[in-house]
């Protein structure tokens, strides 16, 4: 049973333009969100997270919004550029912890055309 | 650069060998996160350090186990090993215990069973 779904496996975006990638989710126990960028042969890199307390987050051009009744959280990069171009994985967890740890979706391939 | 160290990159060995991973974490972190990437799955939580106690534990097998030393090192250890323990093996590492907090993840070792 997957408890974080990226429906979208890639997403391809003009150079210059908004971004906007989602994530659904469907344990009402998560709290806290995140997302992490991975590029070929390279570890997840954290790029911006989110607590349940809050529906915005802001750092530069990436902005994550999180809308806790419709359990979906999506993650907008304005402008796009060139080196965006990676894989995107949401990531979530219960406060609490517990045996699921940090749980991932299976990451949405993000390509910036020029 | 996460800051997070994964030796070896690369591990190729037989069914039924044992083979041990090792981290070291971001300076200053003291919870160490093993994860497991299969082709067909997403990143899958294993276990969890913090300053040498376990934590957390996750869908990890019976045949693997791990530890934390005092320099807060951490070694996965896989034995009897199969077919279908090839996968990427990332560590992750943050300050706490909790899990609202950001994890920072190595670059991973791929491990291939032949």
């Known amino acids: 049973d997957q408890q974080v779904k990226q429906n979208s496996p890639s997403l391809s975006v003009q150079e210059g333009r908004i971004s906007i990638l989602n994530c659904d989710y469907t344990n009402s126990m998560f709290d806290y969100f995140l997302w992490y960028k991975k590029y070929p042969a390279e570890g997840p890199t954290f790029l911006i997270s989110?607590?349940?307390?809050?529906d915005k987050n802001e750092d530069g051009r990436f902005t994550v919004f999180l809308n806790k009744s419709a359990k979906h959280l999506s993650l907008h990069i304005v402008p796009s550029q060139p080196g965006d171009s990676a894989v995107y994985f949401c990531?979530?967890?219960?406060?609490?912890?517990?045996?699921?740890?940090?749980?991932f979706g299976k990451g949405t391939h993000l390509i910036i055309q020029p | 650069d996460s800051g997070v160290t994964q030796t070896p990159k690369h591990l190729i060995t037989a069914t039924g060998q044992r083979v041990t991973l090792r981290c070291s974490p971001r300076?200053?972190?003291?919870?160490v996160y093993w994860y497991q990437q299969s082709l067909d799955q997403g990143l899958q939580f294993l276990i969890q350090?913090?300053?040498?106690?376990?934590?957390a534990k996750g869908n990890i097998l019976e045949r693997f186990s791990a530890q934390q030393f005092p320099d807060l090192h951490s070694e996965l250890n896989l034995s009897s090993l199969e077919l279908g323990d090839s996968a990427l093996y990332f560590c992750?590492?943050?300050?706490?215990?909790?899990?609202?907090?950001?994890?920072?993840f190595g670059d991973g070792t791929r491990l291939s069973i032949l």
């Open positions: 990531a979530a967890s219960a406060t609490g912890g517990g045996a699921d740890g940090l749980t």
């Open positions: 350090y913090y300053n040498g106690e376990e934590r």
């Open positions: 300076s200053g972190d003291l919870s």
């Open positions: 992750a590492s943050s300050e706490g215990p909790g899990w609202n907090q950001p994890q920072h």
């Open positions: 989110i607590s349940s307390i809050k």
